[in-house]
């Protein structure tokens, strides 16, 4: 009688632990998030190695995603914009294949490295964000960071007295069979530029850079006058330069900087020194101090004549 009954208890206990495994849906991942419209996304480099203060380089990004979803192109990074202290972004492209059960974005972006360093140093490029919508669906996802290694121009460890700098290399000289060409294509350069001064003296002017720099240096007079302090006060006045000259101005290029714009020619032997002395406080080791060599009030002095000069005849000096 026992062994009967705890047969029938059994067969009761298998009966309902089959219901329970074939009737009753499983619960147990019903808190699992759905599966992400991104199936796959990654970002390359064209390179990551070997970059110097200066270079270009570009990033590659793809996102594999549902079909239907719209790239967001306007909160994409903006050309010449900064992305931080040492990165900004010269130009932004993107494109669209649709690819049946799935749509495949690609975005470039190429960067501009501003910054000099004493030995190879790592620095990591932010993850880029990035915007879909579908409808009313919106994913908000970034690409991954990626790091690059940056190279001194320098050799690590030499002084800077013993860094010279190469001299200009001679014109090469031209046969005389290509003279009467090379003639006749700068007579269309010089009228193409006539006809361009013509216009340009035609537009309304545009804000002169080292006025709105001058202004900003002002507001930098109620901070210590340390190295941080500095290099904020010597970017503000490079960018300057930078407008002044339509692209990035380095110190090698200041001769074909003051042959073009002639008005700043009183100003040049300060101009080389403000150089010289950027160079030295963005590439000297972190614990050198280097402030006091240049200091605030003659970096405003500079911007100051150079803001004088731009609507003006050229000057005496840069007092």
């Not at 080389?272 to 003659?298: H, K, V």
Request: with cysteine.
């Amino acid at each position: 009688m026992g062994a009967s009954k705890n047969k029938g208890f059994g067969l009761l206990f298998a009966a309902i632990s089959a219901f329970f495994v074939f009737a009753v849906p499983p619960y147990a991942n019903a808190g699992a998030e759905s599966p992400t419209p991104i199936h796959h996304i990654s970002a390359t480099l064209s390179r990551d190695f070997g970059i110097v203060m200066g270079d270009t380089f570009q990033e590659d990004i793809r996102v594999e995603l549902e079909p239907g979803f719209i790239l967001e192109t306007a909160l994409l990074p903006l050309p010449d914009s900064a992305v931080n202290d040492f990165l900004e972004v010269r130009s932004t492209n993107w494109e669209r294949t649709d690819a049946g059960n799935h749509t495949v974005y690609r975005v470039s972006l190429t960067y501009q490295v501003f910054k000099g360093v004493r030995e190879a140093e790592t620095l990591t490029i932010p993850p880029v964000p990035l915007h879909f919508k579908r409808g009313t669906e919106v994913i908000d996802t970034t690409a991954p960071a990626r790091q690059l290694t940056l190279m001194p121009l320098i050799p690590a460890g030499t002084p800077d007295e013993k860094v010279t700098l190469r001299d200009s290399l001679p014109p090469l000289p031209l046969s005389d069979s290509r003279r009467p060409a090379l003639l006749a294509i700068g007579l269309l350069v010089l009228a193409a530029l006539s006809l361009g001064a013509a216009w340009l003296s035609n537009r309304p002017q545009q804000a002169a850079p080292f006025r709105s720099a001058a202004k900003a240096l002002r507001k930098l007079r109620r901070q210590p006058e340390d190295t941080e302090t500095m290099q904020t006060a010597l970017k503000r006045v490079h960018e300057a330069f930078n407008q002044a000259a339509g692209h990035t101005l380095f110190r090698n290029g200041l001769a074909e900087f003051m042959s073009r714009h002639p008005e700043f020619a009183g100003a040049r032997e300060e101009v080389e020194q403000f150089f010289a002395y950027s160079e030295r406080l963005f590439f000297a080791p972190r614990d050198t101090a280097l402030a006091g060599d240049y200091p605030l009030s003659r970096v405003e002095a500079l911007c100051r004549t150079m803001a004088g000069a731009e609507k003006g005849p050229p000057m005496n000096s840069a007092k």
